[in-house]
């Protein structure tokens, strides 16, 4: 094996332990470094940073069934995410968009694994109803730094806006909301929640869904994907063939119900699963 490159350890590895019935010698590990920056439920970090969330139980589970594969996560931010890739500083993103400006680089993408949304969120006042979300443009919004918005795509794209569009960034989720419970239109009116991370925050503290008022239609819609560096140690399709007995066996949808998050609409269909 120490004449292998990594990519090539890495194949090894996969068909010895994710063929049935095939003897093998434990072979020495090989790593895989996995970029992941906060985006809730998927991915948090606890007080000393530690990953918490469905990457966190997925890595746990892979490794499970590949010991000689190791996943060591390597913190970026939203914006950031770009400028570490380029400097490989980590090769692999899981549950990511290829929309989301990664169309001029070298990768490999999976089929989808998971879909999400992002919602409009208000406070809920005496004569405001959901008509409070018509004209986005014209509100005070706040939203992740970093984060790809259809509200800001939207505004871009438009050959006439309204006007500049007033959008404050913080970088957690729980500090918007806070500003929008505490009621200051001159800072924010609307928060752009990701919709798995707010019916997580309302299941915990159920007393706020009388208190928010959330747009049934959403900003954006989205699929999730394993996003790969080309030529790097493990592509998307290594990483497909890595889930699939954990997706055979119904352990990645139990996690995925775990923390309230939804498959693809379709499933799993495109991973070709036996």
């Known amino acids: 094996m120490a004449d292998l490159n990594l990519r ?13 019935g095939m003897s093998y010698s434990a072979p020495p590990v090989s790593q895989i470094v996995v970029g992941a920056y906060y985006f809730p439920p998927v991915v948090d970090f606890g007080p000393e940073q530690q990953p918490v969330g469905l990457l966190a139980d997925l890595m746990q589970q892979l490794e499970a069934d590949a010991p000689g594969i190791h996943f060591r996560i390597f913190h970026t931010s939203p914006k ?25 680089r070298e990768i490999s993408v999976s089929p989808p694994l998971l879909r999400d949304q992002d919602v409009y969120v208000a406070l809920r006042k005496p004569g405001r109803n959901l008509s409070f979300f018509d004209r986005i443009e014209d509100r005070k919004i706040v939203a992740l730094a970093g984060y790809r918005y259809g509200f800001i795509d939207r505004a871009v794209d438009s050959s006439n806006p309204s006007r500049a569009l007033s959008v404050e960034f913080s970088d957690n989720n729980n500090r ?54 080309k030529g790097g140690p493990a592509s998307a399709d290594d990483l497909t063939r890595m889930l699939k007995p954990v997706i055979a ?26």
């Open 80 to 104: 950031r995410r770009y400028l570490d890739f380029d400097a490989g500083l980590y090769d692999v993103i899981f549950f990511e968009n290829p929309d989301w400006g990664w169309g001029s």
């Open 176 to 229: 918007n909301l806070r500003l929008i419970k505490a009621d200051r239109p001159s800072v924010a009116e609307i928060a752009v929640i990701n919709r798995s991370f707010l019916e997580q925050h309302l299941a915990r503290h159920p007393e706020d869904r009388d208190l928010l008022l959330v747009s049934e239609q959403p900003d954006q819609s989205y699929l999730l994907r394993i996003i790969a560096r």
């Open 249 to 274: 066996d119904g352990r990645y949808q139990q996690m995925v119900r775990k923390w309230g998050l939804q498959l693809p609409e379709n499933g799993l269909a495109g991973l070709n699963l036996p």
């Open 8 to 20: 090539q350890r890495i194949l090894l590895i996969l068909a010895l332990y994710l063929s049935p």
